[in-house]
């Protein structure tokens, strides 16, 4: 199975931009980057996901390195709200073998 | 609003007994995934199934065994509960096929405590 390493930690300030790495080196053509964001007491949430090109949504912005071994995760503007473990899994065609690994636990300053 | 609902939020077993943990989605999703999460791990995939009847391992699948017999409705069981199998467990459901969202529908967890 496609494997994705992070960083276990990370903090930003609040307002201010963050950028999550995510490196998937073993990536085949065919897999799918996908971000989930798991705040505390809950079950994970759907961030945004993509093949090649840079995606861009209401909660964040997707940036896929070229040679897709690489992905970043931008959050634009920080808020506390968005203190939560964040997750970055590769899955196939059909949805159906996502891993989630340890993720980066986010911490926003005020 | 989209619903994945686990019927137990906590649940307190001993040592040999055998748990089910249910899991319904409202949906109409073919794909639904049973994790556990435990701290430092992250979310580990124990089984997922495709369809009714349909089912594959995931990571970790030892000690458990899944049932869908309905396409809503997916199951977890632990024949003989072990303390180790003491965790949050989480299931999921989505769509076949990325291009139709690319997005798993998470419950809100169910804590099993084995004694």
């Known amino acids: 199975d496609a494997k994705t390493t992070q960083p276990n930690s990370m903090e930003s300030n609040e307002e201010e931009p963050v950028h999550l790495p995510c490196n998937h080196s073993t990536i085949s053509g065919t897999d799918y980057i996908h971000w989930y964001r798991q705040l505390p007491s809950q079950g994970p949430e759907y961030v945004i996901h993509g093949l090649t090109s840079n995606v861009n949504n209401r909660m964040a912005s997707l940036a896929i390195a070229e040679d897709r071994k690489s992905s970043t995760l931008i959050l634009h503007r920080a808020t506390l709200r968005d203190a939560a473990v964040y997750y970055c899994i590769l899955s196939d065609f059909y949805g159906q073998n996502f891993v989630f690994g340890p993720g980066t636990r986010l911490s926003v300053l005020p | 609003d989209v619903k994945v609902t686990q019927s137990s939020r906590y649940l307190v077993k001993r040592t040999g007994e055998k748990v089910f943990l249910e899991c319904v989605q409202d949906m109409d999703h073919e794909n639904m995934f049973w994790y556990r999460q435990d701290p430092g791990l992250g979310l580990r995939l124990i089984y997922f199934?495709?369809?009714?009847?349909?089912?594959e391992k995931g990571d970790i699948p030892e000690g458990y065994s899944v049932s869908r017999e309905k396409k809503e409705r997916f199951s977890l069981i632990l024949e003989s509960a072990s303390t180790n199998q003491t965790s949050m467990y989480l299931c999921?459901?989505?769509?076949?096929?990325?291009?139709?969202?690319?997005?798993?529908?998470f419950g809100e967890g169910s804590r099993l405590t084995v004694l």
């Open positions: 999921a459901s989505s769509f076949w096929g990325i291009e139709n969202t690319g997005e798993l529908f």
């Open positions: 199934s495709y369809d009714v009847k349909m089912k």
